[in-house]
């Protein structure tokens, strides 16, 4: 598909915007609406011309005429159970096929200064707060699929967080997807609002319940404030038929901490962009990332943390397992800008290839304008090793399970950070499930 078809296909969206009209009523945000599908129509999808694009085709995205609207919206009580975090005790909202379902969510006990609630029904009741916040930290003009998003804004998950205050559970979103009867587009909307010394868990879940085909396009603004702290998941489980576009923007302000851990297992094609905006002296961003792909997937990773301020800190941590024909892009960027002087910034990223056809390119970078300043970044690209694999060997274990302990210790690092147990477990079943063996493994692992 040439780059001028996939721009004309762009005009598919502006049919899909007047019917999506027509189900809204127009309110204060219309304008913006329509100013970023004008924009998205003038931009286009990216091209691999791009250097930000580069080794990201999106053209099986851009070829579809993605429906809008959602023809599936019901789901059994038990099929949420099946996938949910039964051993946490969490306030939950669930969105099936991108609208949100009351029914299914579970929000009792919230206290009256907390907010958390669907995008649409702040839209209607909080346009002050929202004017301040909404498309505020993402920005339009940086990706197409971002100003696609913001012009299909509806649903979604808007949680503001008062000063001096700690959401005593977890917040986890569930957005499931299932069959539709045309391939469906989902453009989820996500505002975090964090005041001064406040805390919160924020667990984002994308799950494809079978093999249909459908294009997430979700995009996530997060706002910290003196102090605060957000410690954010994202397990992405789409379908293996599945598109997976994510845009996490985050601001942060004096002393705060965000922490970030983000899965990917899913998708056919996904793309993750977080951007990082250290604002502030004493600002801190953890990024932890990793994503196993086989067969014909393709996982890219993007992020980019500006240092804005002295005396702020950002460390970066991404791991990736890549079997089959799959590949895998890691393009991580710290910029240090003149002003942040004594500033430490870390980054790596481990690969490991277990078939020949596997590729992976990664490309950290460092772009430092200051001099007084802490700074390192590597990468690795390799497969198992031969004297481990011969030591397990000689201890009586096959090779299919030697290779697949091998495996796990390499991701394990990844999955040992994070604090919150029944996430930490989850996580280790469902990848333990895709190594060969899997029961010996959970046998040698305790798992």
Known sequence: MSQENMNNNAQHYLAEFDQFQETVERDWFSEQRQSALKLFIETGFPSSRLENWKYTDVRPIAKQSFSNVSTTTSITTEEIDAIRFQDIDCYELVFINGVYSKEHSRLDGLTENIVIENMADALAKDKDLLEKHLSQYADNNVSPFTALNTAFIQHGTYINVPKNTVVDKPINILYLSKDNAQPLATHPRNLVIMGEHAEATLIENYIGLDDANYFTNVVTEVSLSTASILKHYKIQQESVNAYHIGNLNVTQGKDSLFKSHSISLGGSLVRNDIYGQLAAEGASIVLNGLYMTDG??????????????????????????????????????????????????????????????????????????????????????????????????????????????????????????????????????????????AELIREFTNE
Do not use: W
């Open 296 to 437: 014909k997937q393709h996982v890219d990773n993007h992020t980019r943390v500006d240092h804005l301020k002295p005396n702020t800190h950002s460390t970066e941590n991404y791991r990736g397992v890549l079997n089959g024909k799959s590949r895998g892009v890691f393009n991580g960027k710290v910029v240090v800008h003149p002003q942040a002087q004594k500033i430490e910034a870390h980054q790596n990223n481990a690969n490991l290839l277990l078939s020949d056809d596997a590729e992976i390119d990664t490309k950290p970078e460092l772009e430092i304008y200051a001099d007084d300043v802490k700074c390192s970044h590597g990468a690795t690209v390799g497969q198992l090793d031969k004297n481990m694999l011969f030591y397990l060997r000689s201890r009586a274990i096959d090779e299919d399970t030697a290779r697949s302990l091998l495996t796990y210790a390499f991701v394990n690092e990844i999955i040992s950070d994070i604090s919150l147990v029944p996430i930490k477990n989850r996580l280790e079943h469902l990848i333990i499930g895709q190594l060969p063996d």
